[in-house]
């Protein structure tokens, strides 16, 4: 699945650097870039820029770890090989992202500022126990929201755990 987004800016190219950018990028101006951000940061593994990004997509909730893979002052290439989904927000799922920004010249003085993603799923991307388990939960909390009571974890109480109450 391919997505992409880019909006014009008006700098001269001597003056755009994207991996510093990136690199300087808080997380209150990532969550500016797009209602479905809800959190990143920055981090270094082995000398290697890195970013964690969190974003809420179709209703999945995305947690990457990106790596840099190619950098030049107009291009940079981060891929995340692990990136968790969870799809609607309970069953986890693997999937790989690349997630490239490059700026493309428009005309004299302006450029194009393109964000690019590609998912790939990996391996058995949902598989029949995390879709088992997903339906099992929404029918417990279905059931315990009709009895107008807290959900709780049937696995846990026959292991002798103690039991999540949720307080609304």
């Known amino acids: 699945m391919k997505s992409s987004s880019q909006t014009v800016i008006n700098l001269p190219v001597d003056r ?9 990028l808080s997380d ?13 940061g920055i981090f270094y593994e082995n000398g290697v820029f890195g970013s964690i990004n969190v974003e809420n997509v179709g209703g999945h909730l995305l947690v990457h770890h990106y790596l840099a893979e190619d950098a030049s002052a107009q291009r940079i290439t981060m891929r995340s090989r692990n990136t968790r989904a969870y799809v609607l927000h309970i069953a986890p799922a693997t999937i790989e992202v ?3 920004l490059e700026v493309e010249p428009r005309d004299s003085g302006t450029r194009c500022f393109v964000a690019r993603s590609k998912r790939t799923y990996r391996r058995s991307w949902l598989s029949w126990r995390h879709l088992r388990c997903c339906l099992f939960s929404c029918a417990g909390m279905c059931r315990a929201r009709r009895r107008n009571s807290p959900p709780t974890s049937p696995a846990k109480s026959r292991k002798g755990g103690s039991d999540v109450r949720r307080s609304d």
Do not use: E
């Open 16 to 24: 755009i650097d994207l991996p510093a950018w990136l690199a300087k």
């Open 28 to 40: 209150r101006d990532y969550q500016a870039c797009s209602p479905a951000h809800r959190a990143a």
């Open 98 to 100: 690349i997630w490239k």
